[in-house]
């Protein structure tokens, strides 16, 4: 069974310029995270999808992030227009079931890895 | 609210020396905890969890941790290091649906 992929795996852009990642999960996989570490600090959370409805976004660090998922399958979070602190490893992760306490095992996938010159 | 510190962001040991990454959380309701490991270009690993059933928990690749509540600590240990174990360690803790809290990370060197 194939894990969770991203796309793509490094993204160098300008400042200013508009990125998309993309991110498919685990098949059957109803939720989907996305977190994101910068410069050596810790990964910090974005937003979890289940499904195709954002749970919760309250990570997210501002308007210029976009997250979708379309149909409840893979996700897009679009940068625009990015700024340099934008800069950082970008990890989705996903798992099957809830819990509601929180136990569940997210499984990663390799990251991409956005520079913003 | 929940937080993890990791102590020491650079652990050196010796090949077959004992590993001990060191984790302390902080979280308003029981926790769920969490040890992953990232190896160059690659995504995390899960080594092992704690769901409050026993608070020793034994994972993948040898690694074991402890849970204890009074400390509120979680470290990470491995009687015996590898070449192979080299890697960076993250704690993370649960306590919300769904989302993770992470430690900012130990990278563990193994000196032959």
């Known amino acids: 069974e194939a894990g969770v992929t991203q796309f793509p795996s490094h993204s160098v852009i300008e400042k200013g310029q508009t990125v998309t990642l993309r991110c498919d999960p685990i098949?059957?996989?109803?939720?989907l995270y996305w977190y994101r570490r910068v410069m050596g600090k810790e990964i910090k959370f974005l937003l979890h999808?289940?499904?195709?409805?954002?749970?919760?976004e309250s990570g997210m660090p501002n308007n210029r992030f976009l997250a979708e998922r379309t149909g409840g399958t893979y996700s897009t979070l679009k940068v625009q227009p990015a700024e340099l602190e934008d800069s950082g490893v970008y990890f989705c992760?996903?798992?099957?079931?809830?819990?509601?306490?929180?136990?569940?095992?997210?499984?990663f996938g390799p990251g991409t890895r956005l520079l913003v010159l | 609210a929940q937080s993890v510190t990791q102590l020491g962001s650079h652990v050196s040991v010796s090949e077959g020396a004992l590993v001990l990454l060191r984790c302390n959380y902080s979280?308003?309701?029981?926790?769920?905890l969490f040890w992953y490991v990232q190896y160059p270009n690659q995504g995390l690993q899960l080594l092992l969890k704690?769901?409050?059933?026993?608070?020793l928990v034994k994972g993948i690749n040898g690694f074991e941790a402890e849970f204890k509540k009074s400390e509120t600590s979680f470290h990470l240990t491995k009687p015996s290091a590898h070449m192979s174990d080299a890697a960076e360690y993250f704690c993370?803790?649960?306590?919300?649906?769904?989302?993770?809290?992470f430690g900012d990370g130990t990278t563990l060197t193994v000196k032959p």
């Open positions: 704690y769901t409050s059933a026993a608070t």
């Open positions: 993370a803790v649960s306590s919300n649906a769904g989302k993770s809290t």
């Open positions: 979280s308003s309701v029981p926790p769920y």
């Open positions: 999808f289940v499904k195709e409805s954002k749970q919760d």
């Open positions: 098949s059957g996989h109803d939720n």
């Open positions: 992760a996903s798992s099957q079931d809830l819990d509601s306490r929180g136990g569940e095992t997210q499984y």
